[in-house]
């Protein structure tokens, strides 16, 4: 039976002790790894146990370890940066040193020692094992379609449940992946990057962060919506930048120039004339659900620009604009129709949609509303029209004048534009109501692609051919023979067509499912060869990949985290609601907990944050522990470390009491120190090093009136300032546990369940360091923590700061290994920071890149786009979950110099 709430809050805290000072790491980098052992490792019997000993030339890092015969490690003894800050068990300031090793493995049991030895290696260096799970074919939604000059084919694909994440694939007439372009490749010419946007760290240009919740690396393309691109003669393709997602309102629009092989093109900005000015906050899913569809065409000297679109306020007219190296005017009167003025004369349009231009410029335009597609010359004058049922998509061929019109009718459905602020119950039922709607509704007349003669103001077009399929986008190739289009076709994906003169032949998808699509969270089981990784574009499922082959298997569904015991077995959170753990066995099958019939175990109510898009934070500590990050805003704290035993009982609760809402990702090491991270950070000096003085640490709402409402690119292009928002920090907590004071209420929505004295950072104990929250909203004292190292992310702030847009369901996740080495996310550098125990850097690994950057195996370049989940595996190597890549990133390391003694026989 589901244990009650009180039940599992009746766990006593324990009590609380005096906290010292946190610090700020790292207190050392690592510098070059050219150490040597200079003596040792050596052994000798000692009371106790084993002495190892061993000395190196320079202040490295360093690990020790017993292995068997094998090589596999059975006990991690210490590893660390040594010099002034040395990690326990080592010795500070000194580059001799004595550990004393107990006889006993990582579980505590006694070793055979001769056949064992011990092994020291210093100096690690990271080298790229593998790059899995990449499939160029595996697309997902798909917002448009365009054909360039070279019949090379242009995908834009978009996928919500990530939050609006955004990309676009090139692939050759035949439907081969050919190469990815946004994001861009690391080898991209600056002169084709600055216009997107770059800021230099360190030394290194990397892309801007526009916004974390959907890892957008170029300005305003966070969930573009359908749209019908174009192809500028002049070689590059002329786009529509985003309405708005469910968590980005307000945006200004813009036409949008794309380099076909990444970045903007030469001599052109990349954010082009503006469509329409910011405007401002909305509520709920704000414009998000609008059923927005952008439509764009090119004049054949690459002139002028033509746009139309359809939302909830449908202009019924069409724009013109000029866009050159200048930039180019902002969206002026209507070129054709009348703004916000439907009609059926020649002079106006109703519900205009796709549009086409024809060698000699006319401009075709289907006026979807007067069942009709109308064409006018280059001056904008009507020179002729068509009937067509529900125009809606056209292409004109560049040679012949053949005209392919998709027809579909407009769309139903969509949020009504002032739906304000919705509860989860709320928008289901709101969305139940919009299903009985559509049921009620006359039946719809299906899509339908009509191939048409050309055009002549002496006599209307003829149908030459049909085809009848749910077709919801189409691209034409016009300089294949014959001629060819492609199709994104409903339950089909995308397909090519062939015109056969009076039919049309359909091929074959050329998309499939081989590959991963958006991968989470990753746990890695190299005991059984593979790599589990939740899906974040998949509810509450996780796949399998394979470690040698990279194929990809269902492996479990409905939890919304997993974590590896020692033992082998599983732990998984449940989905929304739940407020379960699950156990399983290695072969994901139900397996009960000690001294219970159930592999499900009752917690406190948690919220799974973003409908399966995971929780917050989850693993098994070396003692079989399970450490859980609940979320339920209970008793006006947002979220708090709860610990449960080997058998799923409760165990502790609030270990780490206080936590915001985005809080993310927790690891333990042997000794029970704790690892979370969280988005606090000291208020002199908000941006991590690297970032500071290069970030802007300005706390920026929308484009509100007030400062930095007219901040200058890159930063105009981003509602809020990201890397205030996204960027947090790891903090170490002893076994103890600790508390955060002054983040447990939402600034819009102060106190709604109640009030804690954690909301008042007055009531710290004394000596708490003083902090401000993410967006520097609030102050905050944070208790028992040992250190805090910035440059952790995604971490979301939790200040909640206007609603919904405050989303906090994209997170990161840290890991750490029984060395005490903490892996630590950082997306905003496209990298991964290795920590030792004392907060020490040790490496900092990869560097920006797309899906086309791949590194050599066993060299050291390695790519990431965001690696926003790790983690240490048991063999030794580094895990990456590289979602916008939508790979698995394999490191293992190589050691400037190691040696290995074999143990003594035991007496």
Not at 8 to 33: I, N, S
Not at 93 to 104: N, P
Not at 538 to 550: E, M, P
Not at 681 to 692: I, R, T, V
């Amino acid at each position: 039976m589901k244990a009650s709430l009180s039940a599992l809050v009746a766990v006593l805290l324990a009590p609380l002790v005096v906290w010292g000072e946190t610090y700020e790491a790292p207190l050392a980098t690592r510098g070059p790894a050219d150490a040597k052992l200079t003596a040792g490792p050596t052994v000798e019997k000692a009371a106790g146990g084993v002495k190892i000993a061993f000395a190196v030339s320079a202040a490295t890092d360093v690990e020790a370890a017993i292995v068997d015969e094998d090589g596999k490690v059975v006990r991690h003894l210490a590893a660390g940066l040594l010099g002034e800050h040395a990690p326990a068990p080592l010795a500070a300031g000194s580059l001799k040193q004595e550990l004393l090793w107990d006889g006993k493995d990582d579980l505590g049991k006694a070793v055979a020692a001769p056949d064992c030895s011990v092994r020291v290696r210093v100096g690690a260096t990271p080298r790229l094992d593998s790059v899995l799970g990449f499939n160029g074919n595996t697309l997902g939604p798909i917002q448009s379609l365009v054909v360039g000059d070279k019949s090379e084919l242009f995908v834009l694909v978009r996928s919500w449940v990530s939050r609006g994440r955004t990309e676009m694939r090139v692939f050759d007439r035949r439907g081969r992946y050919l190469r990815t372009i946004m994001p861009y490749a690391s080898e991209t010419p600056a002169d084709r990057t600055k216009s997107v946007g770059q800021i230099t760290v360190e030394g290194k240009s990397i892309p801007v962060v526009f916004t974390g919740h959907a890892a957008g690396l170029y300005p305003l393309t966070v969930g573009m919506p359908r749209q019908t691109m174009a192809w500028n003669p002049k070689g590059h393709i002329v786009a529509v930048s985003t309405l708005a997602t469910a968590f980005e309102h307000g945006l200004p629009r813009h036409l949008l120039a794309f380099d076909p092989h990444g970045g903007a093109p030469a001599g052109v900005n990349f954010v082009g004339p503006e469509i329409r000015p910011p405007t401002g906050i909305q509520w709920g899913h704000g414009e998000g659900d609008d059923p927005c569809f952008d439509h764009v065409a090119v004049s054949p000297d690459g002139r002028w620009v033509y746009f139309t679109h359809s939302t909830y306020e449908n202009p019924h007219a069409v724009y013109r604009m000029q866009w050159g190296e200048d930039n180019g005017a902002g969206m002026e009167a209507a070129f054709l129709g009348e703004d916000m003025r439907p009609g059926s004369d020649a002079g106006h349009l109703n519900d205009p949609q796709g549009l086409a231009v024809d060698a000699s410029g006319r401009i075709y335009v289907c006026d979807r509303g007067n069942n009709r597609v109308m064409v006018y010359s280059p001056e904008g004058k009507p020179v002729g029209q068509w009937a067509v049922a529900d125009p809606e998509q056209i292409a004109v061929h560049p040679t012949t004048g053949t005209a392919y019109v998709l027809t579909r009718q407009r769309p139903w459905g969509g949020a009504p534009k002032d739906i304000g602020p919705l509860s989860m119950a709320e928008y289901k039922r709101w969305k139940a109501r919009q299903a009985e709607r559509q049921e009620r509704m006359p039946k719809r007349t299906p899509p339908a692609l009509i191939k048409f003669s050309a055009f002549s103001p002496d006599a209307a077009p003829r149908e030459l051919a049909r085809l009848e399929q749910d077709i919801e986008l189409i691209a034409l190739d016009g300089s294949a023979d014959p001629p060819g289009l492609w199709a994104v076709a409903r339950k089909m994906g995308l397909l090519p067509l062939i015109d056969r003169g009076d039919r049309f032949e359909v091929g074959e998808s050329v998309g499939n499912a081989e590959g991963l699509t958006y991968p989470g969270y990753v746990q890695a089981d190299p005991a059984h060869n593979r790599a589990l990784i939740y899906g974040l574009d998949t509810q509450y499922k996780v796949r399998a990949i394979d470690l040698t082959t990279g194929v990809r298997s269902n492996f479990l569904s409905d939890v919304s985290e997993i974590a590896l015991a020692p033992d082998g077995t599983i732990v998984g959170s449940g989905q929304y609601g739940a407020d379960v753990l699950l156990r399983f066995d290695s072969e994901g099958k139900p397996l009960n907990w000690p001294g219970s019939n159930s592999n499900r175990a009752s917690t406190a109510p948690f919220m799974s944050r973003g409908l399966g898009l995971g929780q917050r934070g989850l693993c098994v500590a070396p003692s079989g522990d399970i450490y859980f990050i609940r979320n339920g805003e209970e008793q006006a704290v947002q979220s708090r470390l709860d610990v449960y035993g080997p058998d799923g009982k409760p165990k502790r609760s609030a270990l780490i009491d206080g936590m915001g809402l985005g809080d993310c990702g927790v690891g333990v090491d042997p000794a029970g120190n704790i690892y979370i991270g969280a988005n606090v950070k000291p208020a002199d000096h908000p941006m991590p090093p690297g970032l500071e003085g290069v970030v802007p640490p300005i706390d920026w709402l929308c484009w509100a009136n007030g400062k930095w409402h007219y901040r200058r690119p890159p930063w105009y292009y981003s509602m809020r300032n990201e890397y205030l928002y996204h960027v947090g920090a790891v903090f170490k907590f002893g076994p103890g546990g600790g508390a955060f004071y002054g983040r447990c209420t939402m600034v819009h929505d102060q106190r709604k369940n109640g009030v804690s004295k954690l909301d008042d950072p007055a009531s710290a104990p004394a000596g708490s360091p003083e902090y401000r929250s993410g967006y520097l909203m609030q102050q905050v004292r944070v208790a028992g923590a040992l250190w805090r190292c910035g440059g952790m992310s995604l971490v979301p702030t939790s200040e909640r700061l206007w609603g919904d847009p405050a989303c906090v369901c994209m997170t990161s996740r840290l890991d750490v290994d029984r060395f005490g080495r903490v892996a630590v996310p950082d997306c905003f550098r496209f990298s991964v920071q290795l920590l030792d125990a004392a907060g020490n850097r040790l490496l900092r690994i990869g560097q920006y890149g797309n899906a086309d950057d791949i590194g050599k195996v066993g060299g050291r370049d390695i790519y990431f786009a965001w690696p926003a989940f790790v983690d240490l595996g048991p063999d030794g190597r580094l895990y990456v979950s590289d979602s916008l890549n939508r790979r698995l990133v394999v490191i293992g390391f190589d050691y400037a110099d190691a040696g290995q003694c074999r143990l003594p026989a035991s007496e």
